[in-house]
């Protein structure tokens, strides 16, 4: 297969290792840290991570805690796996690094944490695995020059049509020029991100952010101005109009209107119809995240703020990995008028999505499979969160606030005053449990009482039992905090 066809984090991967072959880094030697091979092959971190992470699902690498990524041993030599029990769990003292917290939050997927409740991500029984292998199987038996070609041209028009119905559902009018498949939403903001901005540019976010969101614009060299958002209506207008007119220059605004990451804002559609009026005074293009749109909990789905926008300002990106398929990290997105630079931007860096994937996306967006299995998922999702939520407010000391989203995956609680979720994160490895600690969704230290929990885990006794745990570790950190009894902290 002609590797430029493959995209770029398997482009480094094979390129690693084939100096891994040719034994430029002999077995247990340290590789580059993630920014010194993301700067070497012109990308961000986050893709530079994923050529590891490839790597490592290969035995070709490992990962230390806190120390980087190594050369295996060779095949048939005994290696330690990171979830060895000799090996230490995770600390959560790297979380302050910027730059440390992806890599930090992917350790904790180890097989000696079974509540894993820190990535926004479901149970894998919650996908349609056994359906989409045989989709996969029955398009690859039909069509099998898709695993080294590009993608022929009437299944880029029956995927493109697909897509122009789904964006029409939302209210968007698109034409076919209009729509481009990405790598998931991570591609798509990246590319918006480096169209937009250079070096030292401004570029505004909702705070508490993505923390994703903040490795990525920090990767690229841009400033972050943080606004407000509040799981109530989400962003704040009247903070961005604020920082508008009183602070640095701003390029972009990145935001999460639908289900925001971490709290799970609702922005409501007249707030989203003066988002836009407000930018499009200011000048400034809005890039919109709409990755949890399609896990609604109510009978209509929120529409994007790109539907009101006339003047191609809004970037519009969306995925399937929430509501259909993670390792899919299949996704689109639609430019505006910055769209044909967009694609030219896309055309250099991944030149193209994966054949075989757009081909069985396109079946299933056109025999409605998407449709039924994104209701299935936010139905199961709707009643795990108000349960979650629910056992957080039986558990968790008095004082904890906690707001239930009308959709999405996420939950964020906000501690009582004293509370250190860092602090109780570390004490809560040991027990087998983990979230996101409030430290992580923004470059400063403002979230430190708060923590974000997924509900896309079955809710079941165990996971019961976990918050519970949580709850009476929190307690016990405030008593220590103001020297008072543990009881004086009853569960709410």
């Known amino acids: 297969m002609n590797r430029t066809a493959l995209p770029r984090y398997q482009q480094i991967a094979a390129a690693l290792a084939a100096q891994l072959d040719h034994g430029d880094y002999p077995p247990g030697s340290r590789l580059p840290a993630v920014r010194q091979l993301a700067a070497a092959h012109g990308v961000n971190t986050l893709t530079a991570l994923a050529a590891y992470r490839l790597l490592e699902q290969q035995q070709r690498v490992e990962a230390r805690p806190r120390a980087g990524f190594f050369a295996a041993a060779p095949a048939g030599s005994i290696a330690p796996r990171r979830s060895d029990p000799a090996l230490p769990l995770p600390s959560t003292a790297a979380l302050v690094d910027l730059n440390s917290r992806m890599s930090t939050l992917l350790l904790l997927a180890d097989d000696r944490i ?8 479901a149970a894998p029984a919650l996908y349609p695995s056994t ?58 903001i990246s590319l918006a991100l480096r169209h937009l901005t250079r070096p030292g540019d401004t570029v505004a976010v909702e705070t508490p952010v993505y923390f994703g969101l903040l490795q990525t614009l920090q990767g690229l060299g841009l400033k972050v101005l943080e606004i407000p958002c509040t799981a109530d209506a989400g962003l704040s207008l009247e903070a961005l109009e604020f920082a508008l007119r009183h602070g640095p220059a701003v390029k972009c605004l990145v935001c999460v209107p639908n289900y925001q990451n971490p709290t799970g804002g609702l922005m409501p559609d007249d707030n989203k119809r003066a988002l836009l009026q407000l930018a499009r005074r200011h000048g400034i293009t809005i890039v919109e995240d709409d990755v949890f749109g399609d896990l609604y909990y109510g009978n209509e789905r929120p529409t ?121 994160l570390q004490q809560a490895l040991p027990a087998g449990i983990s979230f996101a600690p409030g430290v992580v969704f923004s470059a400063e230290p403002r979230f430190d009482h708060c923590l974000r929990l997924s509900c896309g885990q079955p809710f079941t006794p165990a996971l019961d039992a976990a918050l519970a745990t949580l709850g009476r570790l929190l307690a016990l950190q405030l008593a220590r905090c103001k020297d008072v009894p543990a009881a004086s902290f009853p569960p709410r």
């Not at 079974?114 to 991500?121: F, N, T, V, Y």
């Not at 299935?376 to 979650?388: D, E, F, G, Y």
Request: charged residues 20%.
């Open 304 to 424: 994007p703020i790109k539907a009101w926008d006339r003047d191609g300002e809004v970037i519009y990106c969306s995925s399937f990995t929430k509501s259909y398929a993670p390792s899919f990290r299949l996704g689109w997105f639609s430019g505006g008028r910055h769209h044909q630079a967009l694609a030219r931007l896309q055309a250099s860096s991944t030149l193209t999505v994966s054949p075989l994937l757009q081909a069985v996306l396109a079946e299933v967006l056109e025999s409605g499979d998407y449709q039924r299995t994104s209701q299935r998922i936010r139905q199961q999702l709707a009643a795990q969160m108000h349960a979650t939520a629910d056992a957080v407010l039986r558990h968790f000391p008095k004082g904890t606030r906690v707001r239930k989203p009308q959709g999405g995956m996420l939950l964020w609680l906000e501690c009582p005053p004293g509370s250190d979720t860092t602090q109780l």
């Open 114 to 121: 079974p509540l894993q409740l820190h990535m926004a991500e």
């Open 131 to 188: 359906e989409l292998a045989r989709r996969l199987q029955q398009t690859l038996a039909r069509q099998p020059e898709l695993i080294g070609a590009h993608l022929p041209g009437n299944t880029q028009r029956r995927l493109t049509s697909a897509l122009q119905q789904l964006a029409q559902q939302r209210g968007m009018a698109l034409r076919a020029d209009d729509i481009l498949p990405c790598h998931g939403i991570t591609e798509a």
